[in-house]
Nanobody, 114 residues
């Protein structure tokens, strides 16, 4: 059974930083395609960053230069380092794994506000 558990969300002021983590189990992590998504109130879920095994991350235009996705295959964990956060980054952030099908974590709230 595949499980994804996100952590690291919280409240941060504009210009601040957060690092999200997603711990995966139940799959061969180093072969899994991993992604970060977010959903703001009243909006559709959107892709933020994604990474195939051994590949370089792809980013949404809105986060390029500010967010960095990385993975540690030894820890079965994927990260999203978020810098220079803006109020429009406020959303629930989800981790996704593509294995035999899509799997989603429970989400972690990120709020950027004064």
């Amino acid at each position: 059974q595949v499980q994804l558990v996100e952590s690291g969300g919280g409240l941060v002021q504009p210009g601040g930083s957060l690092r999200l983590s997603c711990a995966a189990s139940g799959l061969i992590f180093r072969y899994a395609y991993m992604g970060w998504y977010r959903q703001a109130p009243g909006k559709q879920r959107e892709s933020v960053a994604s990474m195939a095994r051994g590949g370089t991350p792809n980013y949404a235009d809105s986060v390029k230069g500010r967010f960095t996705m990385s993975r540690d295959n030894a820890k079965n964990t994927v990260y999203l380092q978020m810098n220079s956060l803006k109020p429009e980054d406020t959303a629930v952030y989800y981790c996704k794994a593509l294995w035999d099908r899509d799997y989603w974590g429970q989400g972690t709230q990120v709020t950027v506000s004064l």
